[in-house]
Structures are given as structure tokens and as C-alpha cells.
């Protein structure tokens, strides 16, 4: 995306607030003090200070208008956050049949990863979708993506697309962080899209890894209620 295009489009509406995503982020990277420390990808608070710093430098870059670089440290944060809920989940399987943690500790660890991997998988659908939330500044209305929202098939969904006129209110809806976090969630709880189909490969592929993230970690809160009654 070009400086030029995305000034354009903030200076004629309003672009997306960015700071649900960073709270979600910051909370799953909070979600690691929570964990037994065999569980954590190296002390938490590190977990937590790397995903601070890079979604502070995510915010810099935007502020002086570095795109390519916004979207790099974006990325970055939610590599971070995803390399320690994979390992948390591995450490976990690991733990599991060893009993290596107390069983209260073990169904609180399968509780919050469930968590963390909904907060995780939010942001990068919210991330990938459409050319990520820069590109979809710049567009007046959201009418192709990953995922087809319902407000999509809406009459006048694309209002803002059919003008050239930039005074006229703009009427075109586009999809915020809460839509994807919804998404992420009905992924984890019914292991599909519940009213939003997966139009995109890469995101189908998403969440299938998703869904067995899920089921993996509801799989052993099961086992543990199994076990505790």
C-alpha cells in the first residue's frame, strides 16, 4: 500500500480503531502469568514484553505512516503469541499423561490456552483478511474478503463503492476486530463458521488448525472432569 493512497483514504473517513486488537493481544500475552512455568515459552513477563514493544512499535510506525513496517511488527506480535500457544499446548500433552502438574493446575492451563487461542486467531484473521486493516482503510465499503459476512450480502452494502463524490456520508460497512473475535469464537466452540462461510484457502486452512487447537485443549478438560469425578 502506497503513503499517497492511504492518506487519501484517511483524510475522507474515519480508518479502524486499532486499539481492541492491541487489548486482545496484551491479554493473551497476559494469559501467561496464569500458566505453570514448565507451560511458558520462557519467563511470562517476556511473553508480555515482547508483544508490548512490537504492538508500541506497530503503533509508531503508523503514527509516522511506515505501512510496510505497521504490518511487519503486527506480524510479529502475533508469530510471537502464536510460537508460545503452540508450545504451551505441546508442553501440555506432554504434562498431561505424566502427571508432571497437579490436576487443577492442568485444567486451568487447557482453560486459558483455549482463551489464548481465540484472542490469537481474532487477530490474524483480523490481520490477513482483505489485505489486512490498512488496506481496508482505504476501500469506502468491505465487499470481498476471507470471509462473507452477512452485512455483505446486505442491499446497499456497497453504497460507498457506486460514488466518486467523497462529501457524501459514506454508507459502506466494513468488518472491526469484534467481527473476527465473534468468528474466532464460534470457531472454538462449534469447531466451524456458525453465519460467516470461509470463501478463502489460507483461511479455511487457518481454521482447521484452529479447530484442533480447541479440541485438542477441550479434549483435556474433559479428561480432567473425567478424572476429578
Known sequence: MS??????ALGTRAPEPRWPVALALLAAAGLHFVLPR????GPPWM?????????????????RRWWTWNERFGYAALG?????????LG???????RRLEAPG?????????WMTNVLVFAGWYWRLDAGGPNARDVRGAHVRGAFLFPQMLLPGADA?????DATMPTRGWRPGFVDYLFLAFTASTAFSPTDVPV???WAKLMMMVQAVISFTSVAVIAARAVNIL
Request: net charge positive.
Open 3 to 8: 503513503t499517497s493512497s492511504a492518506e487519501t
Open 38 to 41: 514448565s507451560l511458558v515459552l
Open 47 to 63: 511473553v508480555l514484553g515482547t508483544v508490548g514493544a512490537l504492538i508500541a512499535a506497530a503503533y509508531y510506525a503508523r503514527y
Open 80 to 88: 510471537v503469541l502464536t510460537a508460545a500457544l503452540v508450545f504451551g
Open 91 to 97: 508442553a501440555l500433552l506432554y504434562a498431561l499423561p
Open 105 to 113: 493446575a492442568l485444567l486451568r492451563s487447557a482453560a486459558v490456552l
Open 160 to 164: 460507498a463503492m457506486q460514488t466518486d
Open 199 to 201: 470463501l478463502s484457502r
